[in-house]
């Protein structure tokens, strides 16, 4: 099956970015894991605060590379033409890869107090916050690439085709890199610093990347199941409105007991109990759609990964989330296990997995296929269930950890130290460590599904 516009193909390259910076992560995650339960694990050679840094680092790096190849694939053919530039998307690509492995390089090789002061962070300070760590200079760098990137994308589009999903992908895009610019303020004011910190953190992830996340799983449902465009794109409007008007003041939960103004209490605890709902319409979506199909496609993976995106951002984005977002609970809960056990899951079923559905469903066409055989598929969907099984058990041991961390820490009338706690909390640690193996081994199966031969006429026709 050949592609229908040929620079769509310059998306390999960011999915394969985007894979190889994942496995990263998550060896950084197991190491993190190993040195919660013992500390001097790589001691001095990886301390704890780099290997964190270059996880989450990783984390935001491999997620961006996907979107931009998502992208890359999604706008040509939305817009009926061919990118406007596959020159620059080339350029771009080469340019991020290498600042990107410059920045994690550095992390790993220069004490952070000398990384500062050699690339000129006392001229405009924006080092030290909590996934915006780079470097100033670096931080320049990521602005150029995404502001190549959407020149690329927005001159597609607006020079083609106009649809509902690429003009909220647009948004989401724009959204992103305008939202990103809050990372270069950095008030002296440690309130401030942390108000305005999560005009990145929280508008990212809880705002402009949802638009992102409906948008490809939209894309690769049309796709996968032939149902009319116009029954999702109703959905998406819908979808796309809850998503803004719960996640935009449903930063306030961020808002809690840090100096700002007591009416956040009010405004973030009554947005952020809306916020599982569009999470929950995702899901309804994603399975209405499935059930109305008008085609067996016979890519049955990536419709197991648009589906488990739902579902698993439904859970980790809305269910986790709302357990401790209302101002009662996050009194005791903020800081905790119980925020890492959200963000785990959240950041998993809502922005990996919908990047693992569309290189699920791109890659092999971008091969020449239409599918990979189905022996591939099911190399693949064993992937799909182990990485998503660990996920589930990363969540729980985190969130057994968290509630026992709060009891002990917080609500017994003999509070414990948090070292003391932390102790008690081992056992969590060590299961929460098992469940990452299982998920690297799952990642690891993923990569090879991709170089699975199916037996001769194991590929399965299908009309687009």
Do not use: C
């Amino acid at each position: 099956m050949n592609l229908k516009y040929e620079s769509q193909s310059v998306a390999k390259l960011y999915f394969m970015a985007a894979i190889g910076l994942f496995v990263g992560q998550i060896l950084f995650g197991v190491i993190l894991g190993l040195q919660y339960v013992w500390g001097d694990f790589l001691f001095p050679a990886i301390p704890f605060n780099v290997a964190r840094m270059v996880h989450t680092n990783l984390l935001i790096v491999w997620l961006l590379f996907g979107f931009m190849g998502a992208s890359y694939y999604l706008v040509p053919e939305e817009s009926q033409r061919e990118l406007y530039s596959v020159k620059l998307a080339k350029i771009l690509f080469w340019i991020f890869l290498v600042a990107g492995a410059v920045i994690v390089a550095s992390y790993l090789l220069v004490p952070y107090a000398k990384l500062a002061e050699i690339t000129g962070n006392d001229i405009l300070p924006t080092m030290g916050r909590e996934f915006l760590e780079q470097p100033t200079i670096g931080k320049i760098g990521i602005v150029i690439v995404v502001l190549g990137f959407l020149l690329n994308v927005g001159m597609t589009i607006l020079s083609g085709r106009k649809t509902v999903i690429n003009m909220i992908l647009l948004t989401g895009l724009v959204g992103l890199a305008v939202f990103f610019l809050f990372a270069f303020y950095v008030p002296d004011n440690l309130v401030l610093d942390k108000y305005f910190w999560w005009f990145v953190v929280h508008l990212w992830v809880e705002g402009v990347w949802e638009l992102i996340l409906a948008s490809l799983l939209a894309f690769v449902l049309i796709k996968v199941t032939g149902v009319d465009r116009e029954l999702i794109e109703k959905w998406l409007y819908i979808i796309v409105a809850m998503a803004l008007i719960s996640g935009l003041l449903g930063t306030g939960h961020h808002f809690f007991y840090i100096g700002t103004p007591s009416y956040w209490l009010w405004i973030g605890s009554v947005f952020s109990a809306l916020e599982p709902i569009p999470f929950f319409m995702l899901t309804l979506f994603a399975f209405n759609v499935v059930n109305k199909r008008r085609r067996d496609h016979p890519n049955k993976a990536a419709t197991l990964w648009a589906l488990g995106t739902a579902v698993m951002s439904f859970l980790g984005a809305g269910v986790w989330g709302f357990l401790h977002t209302l101002a009662p609970v996050n009194y005791y809960t903020h800081g905790t296990q119980i925020t890492a056990a959200h963000g785990h899951m959240a950041f998993y079923g809502a922005y990996v997995m919908v990047v693992l559905t569309i290189i699920s469903y791109a890659m092999p066409i971008m091969r020449g296929r239409k599918a990979n055989p189905m022996r591939a598929q099911v190399v693949e969907m064993w992937s799909f269930w182990l990485m998503t099984v660990g996920m589930v058990f990363i969540t729980l041991f985190l969130t057994g950890a968290g509630i026992l961390q709060v009891y002990l820490q917080r609500l017994t009338d003999t509070p414990l130290p948090f070292m003391a706690v932390q102790e008690k909390l081992a056992v969590f640690y060590w299961m929460r460590e098992v469940a990452g193996l299982v998920f690297l081994i799952g990642l690891i199966i993923y990569i090879i599904s991709f170089f699975v031969n199916g037996k001769e006429g194991d590929e399965v026709a299908v009309t687009d």
